[in-house]
Every structure is written in structure tokens, then in C-alpha cells.
């Protein structure tokens, strides 16, 4: 993204617009609820998701001459991964979202779920968006053909939108609610 592009994205933020509003090729925004269209289960705590991130981090002693024992936390492992999802609007309408070049942030309110590890000396915190969680996603429109839509007719139509990231760019994917993707389910 140029300076001049995120300038004005910071000056003049899109509205949210509605699943059938959406205009092809234009850049929009829309808030719902998540859809599964395929799930993958949580590396860490084996959930079903469509997305997660997770940091491990160990305790760590360090020893200074004349100085009492410390220490600091160390990150060991840390994994994310995405699947493609739809996202529902108010009025039930679909749109598929792809998260290649995806960027997830947490909106206000909303934090990781701390995991237990059942090891002393180790502590984990995880981030999941689940099938009925709301979010906000900000990306390009395009037209696809959706043939694994399991809730289409097969006769019907499978022309669908489609959001996703612009070239050279991330799709911003914002999750929102306390307590509805942050916590353990």
C-alpha cells in the first residue's frame, strides 16, 4: 500500500456496507457472523476453527553475580493458520472470504484465551475465530463460481462474491466481542 492510499484510508475509512451492495472490483467493508465452509482444528488446543494464532512461551532463569535469580519469559513456539470462510451479514446474505495475505486483529475488548500446558514453567495463550463469531472484514470484491457452497441448490446459481486481499496488499480481518472468539470453547 502506498503512503498516499493509507493516508487517505486513515482520513476516510469505508462504511460498512451490506453483502448485496457489494460492487465488484471496489474495495468494501462488512461485519458479520462467521460461516464454516471448511474448519481446521487448533495445533494447540485441537479446536475447530477457521482461524487461529498461538504463542508458547517458556520461563527462562537467568543467574547475575551478586544480583538475586531472575528470569524472563521466552517464546518457543508460535503457529497461525487460516481457512477460507463466509461471512453472513444482518439480512443472512454470503460472502466468501479469502485469507490469503490475511492480517487478524483483535477489536476492542477481546483477548486471547490463556491455555493451560500442564507444565510448570509454561504458559500459552491462543486466538480462534469459530463458526458464529462477529467480524469485520476489509478487502477487494470480486465475482467467483462457489461450487462447494453446501447450502446451494445444485441447480442454482454459483456465481458468489468473493473478498479478498488487493494486489500488493493484506485483506484486514478485525475480530469483535468479548468473549466470542477469545475464549475457549
Known sequence: MSIVTGLLAALFPPRREKVADLIP???????????ARD????TLTGEPC???????????????????SEGYWAAT??????????LQDEDGCRVIV???????????????????MGIVG?????????PGDQIEVEGTVSRVSDLFDQDRDYRSNASRLMLHAPEDDTI????????????AR
Not at 39 to 42: A, E, G, N, T
Open 25 to 35: 472490483g471496489r474495495r468494501a467493508l462488512v461485519r458479520g457472523t462467521v460461516v
Open 98 to 116: 479469502a485469507p490469503e495475505n490475511a492480517r487478524v486483529d483483535r477489536g476492542k475488548g477481546v483477548t486471547p484465551a490463556l491455555v493451560d
Open 77 to 86: 513456539r508460535f503457529d497461525e493458520a487460516i481457512v477460507e470462510f463466509y
Open 172 to 183: 484486514a480481518i478485525q475480530i469483535f466481542g468479548p468473549g466470542q472468539a477469545s475464549q
Open 122 to 130: 509454561q504458559r500459552a495463550q491462543e486466538m480462534r475465530i469459530c
Open 50 to 68: 477457521v482461524y487461529y494464532r498461538y504463542a508458547v512461551e517458556e520461563w527462562r532463569n537467568t543467574h547475575m553475580a551478586g544480583l538475586a
Open 39 to 42: 474448519l481446521i482444528d487448533s
